[in-house]
């Protein structure tokens, strides 16, 4: 039977979630973001590094130092970023990360200024039904079709460069959470707010059950993974292991629900490590977590962006259940708590493989293997022998 894990306390993972939520974090403006995940790992007596740009690299100590293992989540999120100036005052956008102009459209959002903030609405081109009619649905969904209407006396260009507004502003969006006595939680920036929240919560139960995890972990806390660099450079060099964690679409064609956690099996960057993906699995099943398998076709992660940068290791991806990505989002505690529950679980797991901490090998005895020879063999589609294509080796 397998230990008991120790419980999340889902109060905190709740608070530390509406806390981040409350903090505006685009790809590119995360410096207060990273100063409240530091705080709290210090709260969890956790030591941590920062690099220059601040990505959080922390160390959960183990009874061993290597191979050591890395676990992810990012704390940028989508926005937006000032492209020009209209001449009626009003600001083009461009967004910052990967995401539709039509989820912008109708939310309240922060410009930041380098002296200040300017509150407004994001808004299609055509934004009165009243003096547009049919026109309003005939406009394209673009980037170039909406237009940030500042709370501010402005009715030209020269009025807007004088609130402060510059090309390169930063714009945050109003992430409107809302927790509900259902359990469901809908908000924008869950991706991956939600996830940061869920392995902090991990790390808090781990901590105080004053359970010795086997090895080493690093948890990261990175800030580029909205546009795709992520870990890149974040790994110490001794880790194996990388497990990232991120969200996880429920939609038409995927697994994913928002009662679970599920184990990505691949995403846009080609199949995730079998061996490891296997292990998380089997610990969901020893400790009764709920959990899916799922391919995510539209989906980049920080696990890919450290494969990307040539780090040998073994990558796997956790994500929380979640309706409506990149829009106005919405999961449930129960895919939340499953996650940090499966998080609590590998980190008290023993490695996949002891013997990674000595990547290079000049011999197969132990190297892994996926399925055993003969079985991987057993197939109905043979290949014929390879005397009666090429006849009989002649001996030298």
């Known amino acids: 039977m397998a230990a008991k894990l120790p419980e999340p306390?889902?109060?905190?993972?709740?608070?530390?979630?509406?806390?981040?939520?409350?903090?505006?974090?685009?790809t590119g403006f995360t410096d207060t973001i990273v100063r409240y995940v530091a705080e709290r790992l210090k709260e969890l007596g956790i030591p941590f590094e920062l690099t220059r740009r601040g990505t959080i690299r922390a160390t959960l100590k183990g009874r061993r130092y290597s191979p050591d293992r890395a676990?992810?989540?990012?704390?940028?999120?989508?926005?937006?970023?000032?492209?020009?100036?209209?001449?009626?005052?009003?600001?083009?956008?461009?967004?910052v990360g990967c995401w539709s102009s039509r989820f912008a459209e109708g939310s309240r959002v922060s410009l930041f200024t380098d002296s200040g903030v300017l509150r407004g609405s994001v808004l299609p081109l055509l934004a009165s039904g009243h003096a547009f009619n049919t026109a309003v649905d005939q406009l394209p969904i673009s980037w170039d079709h909406v237009e940030l209407r500042l709370d501010a006396t402005t009715a030209s260009r020269a009025d807007t460069l004088a609130l402060g507004v510059e090309v390169g502003d930063f714009v945050a969006f109003d992430p409107l959470p809302e927790f509900t006595e259902s359990g469901h939680i809908s908000a924008r920036h869950l991706d991956d707010k939600a996830g940061v929240a869920a392995l902090l919560t991990a790390l808090k139960a781990v901590v105080e059950s004053r359970q010795e995890p086997p090895i080493d972990c690093h948890p990261l806390f990175t800030i580029t993974e909205e546009t795709g660099s992520g870990a890149a450079a974040a790994l110490p060099f001794d880790v194996s292991e990388f497990v990232g964690i991120d969200i996880a679409p429920v939609a038409a064609g995927q697994q994913s629900s928002e009662h679970a956690v599920s184990v990505a099996l691949q995403d846009s960057g080609?199949?995730?490590?079998?061996?490891?993906?296997?292990?998380?699995?089997?610990?969901?099943?020893?400790?009764?977590?709920?959990?899916?398998?799922?391919?995510?076709?539209?989906?980049?992660?920080?696990?890919?962006?450290?494969?990307?940068?040539?780090?040998?290791?073994?990558?796997?991806?956790?994500?929380?259940?979640?309706?409506?990505?990149?829009?106005?989002?919405?999961?449930?505690?129960?895919?939340?708590?499953?996650?940090?529950r499966l998080l609590s679980a590998y980190l008290l797991s023993p490695p996949v493989f002891a013997s990674d901490a000595q990547p290079a090998r000049s011999s197969l005895e132990r190297f892994s293997h996926q399925?055993?020879?003969?079985?991987?063999?057993?197939?109905?589609?043979?290949?014929?022998?390879v005397d009666s294509v090429l006849g009989p080796r002649q001996e030298e």
């Open 9 to 26: 306390d889902l109060a905190y993972l709740q608070r530390v979630l509406l806390e981040m939520l409350a903090i505006p974090s685009p």
């Open 71 to 95: 676990v992810s989540a990012h704390l940028d999120t989508i926005g937006a970023i000032v492209r020009e100036i209209h001449a009626n005052g009003r600001v083009g956008l461009a967004p």
């Open 270 to 340: 080609g199949p995730y490590d079998f061996h490891l993906s296997r292990h998380l699995l089997r610990l969901a099943g020893q400790h009764d977590i709920p959990v899916r398998r799922d391919l995510f076709r539209y989906y980049h992660s920080d696990a890919q962006s450290a494969v990307t940068a040539g780090h040998d290791i073994r990558t796997a991806l956790l994500a929380f259940g979640c309706d409506a990505t990149h829009g106005y989002e919405r999961t449930h505690l129960d895919s939340l708590a499953a996650l940090a």
């Open 371 to 385: 399925l055993e020879h003969d079985a991987q063999m057993e197939s109905e589609t043979r290949v014929p022998p």
